[in-house]
């Protein structure tokens, strides 16, 4: 009998929305949209669009990609990667909202702070303009760095650490591979048991497939990850365990 799974361990899948320049804009943003459904399916908790590549080629923003898969998916967190540099903060603010309302509270922001001296200050100038909608303000995934160690950690409006997500990138595994990788992931969450994992997916919508397909239903079945919960639509909020914020306007009263 498989042991008891040490953990409900989170699953953020991150994607960038890399546009192939031999092949049309729309089919490249279809594989990802046809990837996040299979994940959504899944059991995935939530994706993550990355608005750069890491090979350098074109992408397109997040926020936009992940309102198409919005509309296309039920209960998948929809998390998108922004730098300061590449959108000012009261715009931003307005995008995020669009999507927490389209996808009913499922919107999120990871903060690419890379060389940005004033994130706090800029993450403060989002949340400052966000209106309220389901989520009234949004999850956000910040870098944090503890010894050599590289982590993601979720922060709630009042600074306090949500789950900590450990970054870890899978290499192109074809299905006839999936169960060697599966075993490295295994390991990885019985020894390191973390509160989640960031999983990148640098070759693209066709490795989360496989992901989703073939390796999830492994780890639930060595009794790594609990059985596959039912697919309810809630808030990307809810769906970590967390407390709705106060209203602002409620508060100032």
């Known amino acids: 009998m498989p042991e008891r799974h040490p953990s409900a361990v989170r699953l953020f899948a991150a994607l960038s929305a890399t546009v192939a320049p031999d092949r049309p804009a729309r089919a490249s943003l279809r594989a990802l949209a046809d990837a996040a459904v299979t994940a959504d399916r899944a059991g995935v908790d939530a994706l993550v669009v990355r608005g750069s590549d890491p090979a350098g080629r074109p992408t397109v923003e997040p926020v ?15 998390v ?33 702070d890379a060389g940005t001296p004033d994130a706090e200050a800029y993450l403060a100038a989002v949340r400052q303009s966000f209106e309220g909608t389901p989520e009234q303000h949004p999850i956000v995934l910040t870098s944090w760095s503890p010894s050599a160690a590289d982590w993601h950690v979720a922060v709630e409006d009042s600074g306090a650490p ?44 066709a490795s989360l497939e496989i992901f989703a397909r073939v390796m999830l239903p492994l780890l639930r079945e060595r009794g790594v990850l609990p059985p596959r919960a039912e697919r309810v639509r809630r808030t990307l909020r809810g769906r ?5 914020p106060a209203d602002r306007a409620t508060a100032v009263r």
């Open 240 to 244: 970590l365990g967390l407390t709705q």
């Open 80 to 112: 998108a990667e922004v730098s300061p540099a590449s959108c000012a903060p009261d715009h931003l603010a307005r995008e995020l909202a669009t999507l927490d309302l389209v996808s009913e509270g499922r919107a999120g922001l990871l903060l690419n």
């Open 64 to 78: 936009g990609v992940l309102a198409d898969v919005a509309a296309r998916t039920v209960a998948l967190g929809l």
């Open 162 to 205: 949500l789950p900590r997500l450990m970054p870890v990138t899978l290499p192109p595994t074809p299905s006839a591979r999936a169960e060697d990788s599966t075993g490295l992931l295994e390991k990885l969450i019985r020894t390191e048991r973390p509160h989640g994992l960031l999983l990148d997916f640098p070759a693209g919508p």
